[in-house]
């Protein structure tokens, strides 16, 4: 069984910075394209960032420049470096394992990010 647990949401003001911290439980941590979600009240939850084991990365175009997502294999960790917040950033974030073979998701139980003044 595969566990995520999120962390480093909080509070912050618009131009400020977080850092999300995902550690996964799962036997084979390189089978998994890791990613990170986010869902704001009122909206379906969407993909943020994504990267694979050998390091490739998309992200959704309104993060593009701001947002930087990594993976230590090693230590089963993704993160998710998030510069310039806006107010529009706010939601609940979700880390995510997609197992490639299977097609099957697991999921974190969100950590919240509010960037306010």
């Known amino acids: 069984q595969v566990q995520l647990v999120e962390s480093g949401g909080g509070l912050v003001q618009p131009g400020g910075s977080l850092r999300l911290s995902c550690a996964a439980s799962v036997s084979i941590f390189t089978r998994y394209v890791m990613g990170w979600y986010r869902q704001a009240p009122g909206k379906q939850r969407e993909l943020v960032a994504s990267?694979?084991?050998?390091?490739?990365?998309n992200y959704e175009d309104s993060v593009k420049g701001r947002f930087t997502i990594s993976r230590d294999n090693a230590k089963k960790m993704v993160y998710l470096q998030m510069n310039s917040l806006k107010p529009e950033d706010t939601a609940v974030y979700y880390c995510?394992?997609?197992?490639?073979?299977?097609?099957?998701?697991?999921w974190g139980q969100g950590t919240q990010v509010t960037v306010s003044s």
């Open positions: 990267i694979t084991s050998g390091g490739s990365t």
């Open positions: 995510n394992a997609l197992r490639q073979l299977t097609g099957v998701n697991y």
